[in-house]
Structure formats: C-alpha cells, structure tokens
C-alpha cells in the first residue's frame, strides 16, 4: 500500500539549477501537507507546509493540486547545501502523519 | 533551549535482550511518536500518544511496547520479539488540538548484534 509516492532520484543538479521534486497521496480527505528536509543520518526537519494557494519561502516554492493530490516542490539557484533527502508528508488522520521515502538531491560546484 | 531529546545515540545489543530508547521533550507538546526509518525507505509509524496514559499502535506496533507515564516522556521498548530491530528511532511531538507539524529529536541508532 504506496499512500505518499515520491520520485526515487537521486537527482544531481549544478550550483545554482532549479530542481522540481514531486509527491502524489492517496488519500483524498487528507488536510495537511509538508516538506521536510532530512540530511544524511540525522532527523528530518520541517521545511515548509504547503497551502491550497501555494506558497513561497525564499528560493523554495511549494504547490498543491487537490484534485490530481499532488504536491510539488521547486528550489530555485540551488546551493551546495541544499543537498538533501526530501520528504514529502501528508496527515493520515487521527492525528499522525504519512511520509514519502523522500527524494536525495546532490548538488555538485 | 526548547526542544526534544533522545537517548542514547547509538545503542548496541545483543539478539534476545529488551531495550529501551529514551525520548524527552520540554516543549508542552500533548502528542508524542515514534518512528522507525530503514534505509532508503521511508518513516514507519510503530506508536502514538496523544495524552498521559493513553497510546495508540501505528502500522508496525510489534514487538515494541511503550508508557506515557508523564506528557515530557514517551519511552519505546524494542522486546526480543521483534524480529528485525536494527534501525533508525525518531522520536516527535506536536501540539495538539494546534496542528499537524511534528518536530523530531535527533533519534538513535539501533543495532543487533
């Protein structure tokens, strides 16, 4: 049962590319959704919730398409640091949250 | 400093014996969790709390069991029952009623041997 699919990656980019990660769910009543950032061997950590409207933080815009339940995220002039795992999460209801296995980036000089 | 901790990082033991994973959080939050996370694979809910005393199994409860005694504390028990215990525990909590951003400790790293 796959209820957040990711891309499998891993994506390689150069400084400064625009990379474009997407997520879909299955469950339609779902409410919330995030991205979190996880580096290697550590925990995730909340990059941005993502809104009906769409939203922007800095160089990171995330979007949601409702009726395809499909979640994007674009990080604009990557930077070495950017370089990542990136989840993709969806509440599940009764509180809990569902998460992607999550997409690693590497950005290379 | 707000904020949830995990103990201890890395934790060896042997086939047979119990082990508990310590996770404390300072941040007033009702809802605790813990997660298990393989490689290239993603977070796998085993429990869930969201009040003292009361908790809830996730997708994979077995042979794990936990206590929430106090709303600071939410240790997990990884019994000799279950089968494959080598992995990554994360630990998280949210408010709640306030929201679904859950916020993790560090975690720790479990290893059979």
């Known amino acids: 049962r796959k209820e957040v699919e990711q891309d499998p990656g891993p994506f390689n980019v150069p400084e400064g590319a625009t990379v474009a990660f997407n997520c879909t769910y299955s469950?339609?009543?779902?409410?919330?959704f995030f991205w979190y950032r996880q580096d290697c061997r550590k925990e995730p950590k909340l990059l941005m919730s993502v809104y009906s409207s769409g939203n922007e933080d800095g160089r990171f815009t995330a979007q949601l398409n409702r009726a395809s339940q499909y979640i994007s995220l674009l990080i604009r002039d990557s930077k070495l640091s950017d370089s990542a795992t990136y989840l993709c999460v969806v509440n599940g209801g009764y509180s809990t949250l569902t998460f992607g296995k999550g997409t690693m980036l590497l950005v290379s000089p | 400093d707000g904020g949830i901790t995990q103990s201890p990082k890395y934790l060896f033991r042997k086939e047979g014996q119990n082990v508990t994973l310590s996770c404390e959080q300072n941040l007033n939050h009702d809802a605790m969790y813990w997660y298990r996370q393989d490689p290239g694979q993603g977070l796998r809910l085993i429990y869930y709390s969201q009040i003292v005393n009361d908790f809830q199994k996730g997708d994979i409860a077995e042979g794990y069991s936990v206590s929430r005694e106090k709303k600071e504390s939410f240790p997990l028990t990884v019994t000799s029952a279950q089968k494959n215990p080598t992995a990554f525990y994360l630990c998280a909590s949210k408010e709640d009623p306030g929201g679904d951003t859950q916020y993790f400790g560090p975690g720790t790293r479990l290893t059979v041997l």
């Open positions: 469950n339609s009543a779902s409410q919330s």
